[in-house]
């Protein structure tokens, strides 16, 4: 993570709005970047859209909510490149909301009902569930064979 005490501004990458932006997710790229800035923080918000590497010299990376098909591209896209994974062993921040969330995880269902490859950069998976759909909240089932 960028030291705030340095001159170079905090970069906040907002990834694929084009597929992942369903429910105004931009905003919450553009909440961290005022709050930082009101704290006297620099800091820029650099977009990188749907077809176009990743960039990996950010320091915060922002992962928002998007339906069953885009959400396999978008994450398809990061396994591919890995750049978030050299960012995360860089010193990065990542924010998942939603679908970005299920992408950060070991797998989640594609629109095909399978499960998809994620990012494995949070150790939990996401399954779908027959009946009450959860949505806004996360039901989280621990496992007890995982020590912690």
Not at 43 to 70: H, M, Q, R, T
Request: hydrophobic share 45%; with cysteine.
């Amino acid at each position: 993570m960028t030291d705030p005490a340095r001159d170079s501004a905090v970069r906040v990458a907002l990834l694929y709005p084009e597929l992942l932006g369903t429910y105004g997710d931009r905003g919450n790229a553009r909440v961290l970047v005022q709050r930082l800035a009101w704290r006297g923080v620099p800091a820029e918000l650099v977009e990188a859209p749907w077809g176009e590497p990743a960039p990996a010299s950010c320091d915060i990376y922002v992962l928002g909510g998007g339906e069953d098909s885009p959400q396999a591209s978008a994450a398809a896209a990061l396994i591919s490149e890995g750049v978030l994974h050299r960012a995360v062993d860089g010193g990065a921040a990542v924010l998942g909301i939603c679908a970005g969330f299920q992408i950060l995880g070991h797998s989640f269902f594609g629109p095909d009902g399978k499960a998809r490859p994620g990012l494995g950069l949070l150790d939990c998976t996401t399954a779908r569930r027959a009946s009450p759909r959860i949505v806004g909240e996360i039901l989280v089932e621990p496992n007890p064979d995982v020590g912690l």
